[in-house]
């Protein structure tokens, strides 16, 4: 049994969509337990009449919850009886393999690695996720756990990511390159110089720099970025597919004839859709942690965070952090 | 009149594109005239035997080349009578009030700098462009000019792109924005969070952070940022407009049904497409420099080139440098 504590209290949708999640999660897979935690009352108010599977769910109460407001400090002092750090105390106590928030992500980021710690070798963990791209998807980290990241701190993302795309995808020896403004060795900031040829000298299979562009071909597996980059980057591309979206929609609706052809196309429009739903790709995965962590979109609705859940179990099932740790402890240089 | 010196040799299509987008220009407008700086032979082979329009184009020849693997250094001490250096050459002389070119970034950069000189107040020139949004459009500087900007950099590049985005816009009073991970004030790298409280206090209408995703609204007129960062981000949105693009014609192959469809929609997407050409957005300008610069894509074809002729054309018209000169001499310390 796959066992996966769920923050029922953070994130901007609300518990009715978190439990919406779970219930979906659990008719799907018969190997799973999953522990809301959160206020019992408002869990079992939106489980309602329809009960969820038995003997497969369970709660454990919590007293108050992590805003977005809070700083990552003020959480992991002043509110160690919140839905997030019950949650991942679960995971600590070994009564949860995995952990799932839509809440805020400093003070999931802070309260993990305080509780759980992190794995020997990784200074800092890294938040990763999975990017669509033409026939395939990419791992990119760092997402925004660490802004200023050091040589070292791309080296150690590049482990991470690196076994995160070989047990997650079955990809043999992942290609792994650094997110860089040009191809050329002379391009870049001085710690993207600096850990270039710490990764040529690695065990990895680096591949050298790529553009922004290029994240979205099958040309590279995993991108290693300073969080502060991999961040804009992401968001850009959110605004990017949301903009493109409507400017789609605005010219199936130009005219009525256009909109009887959209009427006639919507199948095809539906589907278009639904490859670039962000919802997709939602559940990013706290990675360098003694344990898994995924933090969710804080706007997530029912089927996005099942998805989060989703990336939990295909990580647990993978033995993501033993084997982010076993493969450092055989060779602490791996980088 | 106009005039605009075209470096007729550099960029990946040659020649032929180049003459063909001057051709293009010279036809829509007859207060322009342009300098094809190159290879004579070369320019006139591709004019062939349909003549541009007389006595408002010119030939200067130049004798080399910079080539995409020049270093900055290599090709401001080595080619002085390069296509690319003698056109901005005209620029400095009075000959011409802009020049275009496709080729080298960083070569562009050198001998622009090198050459024209900066404006005083501005330390360091960046590389600025018009980025299509929901609504509109924004301006977003640095693209890949600078990396490692410190804070000052920044608020200097607030105050060129406000200029900007007023004179070619008409907009009073831009919205300006730094771009960062997130809207609060504790959020993001130290430059950022050092240039927010310099640009909260100058004359500009400084709205706060924006993250990536804003840049595609109408929330801002104006996004600051490393150029490193805002190289990523362009590379990202390329690469993201580019899958979508993809995703969409896959949609429309998958069936018999569906290419009959596709036909009966051709001229939807076509309008569709055309909004997300990239081509239509080709031509950034190189800010801070006593004179007009502006780098058009490497691999623009005529109709990109034409693009980035009337960048040039523009900010000539509304005298941009002078009055970034001007209004930093008003008020150093603008910013």
């Known amino acids: 049994m796959l066992r996966v504590a769920i923050d029922a209290m953070s994130g901007d949708r609300g518990t009715g969509d978190i439990v919406e999640a779970v219930r979906s999660v659990l008719a799907r897979r018969d190997d799973v337990h999953l ?6 009352g408002l869990i079992h108010q939106h489980i309602g009449s329809n009960p969820l599977t038995q003997g497969r769910h369970s709660v454990v109460a919590s007293e108050e919850v992590v805003t977005m407001d809070d700083s990552a400090a003020v959480a992991l002092r002043n509110k160690k009886k919140s839905s997030m750090r ?3 105390n679960l995971v600590k106590e070994g009564q949860a ?3 799932v928030s839509a809440g805020n992500t400093g003070a999931l980021m802070a309260i993990s690695k305080f509780v759980l710690k992190t794995v020997k070798g990784i200074d800092r963990p890294a938040i990763s996720a999975i990017i669509p791209a033409i026939n395939g998807h990419t791992h990119m980290l760092d997402l925004g756990a660490n802004v200023d990241s050091s040589s070292t701190n791309l ?3 590049a482990v991470m990511g690196s076994i995160l795309a070989e047990a997650v995808d079955g990809t043999d020896r992942p290609r792994v390159a650094l997110l860089n403004i040009g191809s050329e060795a002379m391009k870049g900031n001085e710690q993207v ?4 040829p710490l990764l040529a000298g690695s065990s990895l299979n680096y591949i050298g720099f790529v553009e922004g562009n290029e994240i979205y071909t099958d040309k590279v597996d995993v991108v290693v970025c300073d969080g502060f980059v991999g961040n804009v980057s992401l968001k850009t591309s959110e605004g990017v597919a949301r903009m493109v979206s409507h400017y789609l929609r605005e010219e199936f609706k130009r005219s009525t ?5 959209g009427l006639v196309a919507r199948p095809i429009l539906k589907a278009f859709g639904n490859r670039i739903d962000p919802r997709r790709y939602n559940g990013a995965s706290l990675l360098g942690l003694q344990g898994v962590v995924v933090k969710s979109h804080g706007s997530a609705d029912a089927v996005a965070f099942a998805n989060a859940i989703d990336i939990a179990l295909l990580e647990i099932g993978h033995n993501v952090p033993s084997m982010i740790a076993s493969r450092l402890e055989a060779s602490p240089n791996a980088a």
Not at 35 to 40: A, C, E, F, K, R
Not at 257 to 261: C, D, S
């Open 257 to 261: 004839w256009n909109k009887l052809v």
């Open 86 to 88: 019950l949650a991942i």
């Open 97 to 99: 393999d995995a952990c």
């Open 155 to 157: 080296c150690q993302f």
């Open 35 to 40: 522990i809301l935690v959160g206020d019992p």
């Open 193 to 196: 110089k600096q850990a270039a």
